[in-house]
């Protein structure tokens, strides 16, 4: 793959510390189960460096903390699953594209859900990179060609250990949101917002990098989708 592919199309960084403190106080206190309606989608960062694989950065630089070549396809398929479709995500959905079980239940115009039946989020978040609480690249590097394809800022004001403040965050945000984060704190994002008890929900985060959980709260009450990405040819 060509690492000129691997070039963020946009700028992932968000607002300074004055936007953080802002968020925090309108979302400190807020209780994460107050019953305003959402979608969540949470997925695990791209694929991750190991023995005999590294990590390459932006600029084609070696980066333990930085995708994989494998990761970085991960990263420019991702708008795919959100692409318009001109089927209902109901219906069986084109080649290629995720289970159609990611449907809620009501078919989806073509306008808000892609050929995964995903709905297109509204907003986008990945931890922190940058900072004194930073942590690895992947998550940023992963969502910034989704959000460069569209038009939406990837927020990267929260940090690993800051679960709590980001469900705070997602759920006053503008739904649907997008969740990108380390795999092992994933389940506390679920706690902080209170659908950890929703039947299937799994306690850990599998070892796969290929999966979008959803999670949906109607009328108070949250229900939980896994779905396969279905955008390499190794995903499951």
Same mark, same amino acid.
């Given at each position: 793959?060509?690492l000129?592919?691997?070039?963020? $199309?946009? #700028?992932?960084?968000?607002?300074g510390?004055?936007?953080?403190?802002?968020?925090?106080?309108?979302?400190?206190?807020?209780?994460?189960?107050?019953?305003?309606?959402?979608? @969540?989608?949470? @997925?695990?960062?791209?694929?991750k460096?190991?023995?005999?694989?590294?990590?390459?950065?932006?600029?084609?630089?070696?980066?333990?903390?930085?995708?994989?070549?494998?990761?970085?396809?991960?990263?420019?398929?991702l708008?795919?699953?959100?692409?318009?479709?001109?089927?209902?995500?109901?219906?069986?959905?084109?080649?290629?594209?995720a289970?159609?079980?990611?449907?809620?239940?009501?078919?989806?115009?073509?306008?808000?859900?892609g050929?995964?039946g995903?709905?297109?989020?509204?907003? $986008?978040?990945a #931890?922190?990179?940058k900072?004194?609480?930073?942590g690895?690249?992947?998550?940023r590097?992963?969502?910034?060609?989704?959000?460069?394809? $569209?038009?939406?800022?990837?927020?990267?004001?929260?940090?690993?250990?800051?679960?709590?403040?980001?469900?705070?965050?997602a759920?006053?945000?503008?739904?649907?949101?997008?969740?990108?984060w380390?795999?092992?704190? @994933?389940?506390?994002i679920?706690?902080?917002?209170?659908?950890?008890?929703?039947?299937?929900?799994?306690e850990?985060?599998?070892?796969?990098?290929?999966?979008?959980?959803? &999670?949906?709260r109607?009328?108070?009450?949250?229900? &939980?989708?896994? @779905?396969?990405?279905?955008?390499?040819?190794?995903d499951?």
């Amino acid at each position: 793959m060509s690492l000129a592919l691997a070039t963020p $199309l946009v #700028a992932a960084g968000c607002g300074g510390s004055s936007n953080k403190q802002s968020a925090s106080a309108s979302t400190s206190g807020a209780p994460p189960d107050s019953g305003r309606d959402a979608t @969540i989608m949470i @997925i695990r960062h791209g694929e991750k460096p190991s023995s005999g694989d590294p990590g390459f950065d932006e600029t084609g630089k070696q980066d333990k903390k930085s995708l994989t070549r494998q990761g970085w396809e991960r990263s420019h398929a991702l708008p795919r699953l959100f692409a318009r479709t001109t089927s209902t995500a109901g219906s069986a959905g084109s080649a290629g594209s995720a289970s159609s079980a990611g449907s809620t239940g009501s078919a989806r115009s073509a306008s808000t859900a892609g050929s995964a039946g995903l709905p297109r989020p509204l907003a $986008l978040y990945a #931890a922190a990179d940058k900072g004194p609480h930073a942590g690895a690249h992947r998550m940023r590097q992963t969502v910034t060609p989704l959000g460069a394809a $569209l038009h939406v800022q990837v927020n990267t004001e929260f940090a690993e250990g800051e679960e709590k403040e980001l469900a705070a965050a997602a759920l006053a945000a503008a739904s649907p949101v997008l969740i990108c984060w380390e795999h092992s704190k @994933i389940p506390a994002i679920v706690e902080a917002l209170g659908a950890a008890q929703v039947a299937a929900v799994p306690e850990e985060w599998p070892d796969r990098f290929d999966l979008v959980w959803m &999670f949906t709260r109607r009328a108070g009450t949250w229900t &939980f989708q896994p @779905i396969p990405q279905h955008l390499l040819p190794s995903d499951a």
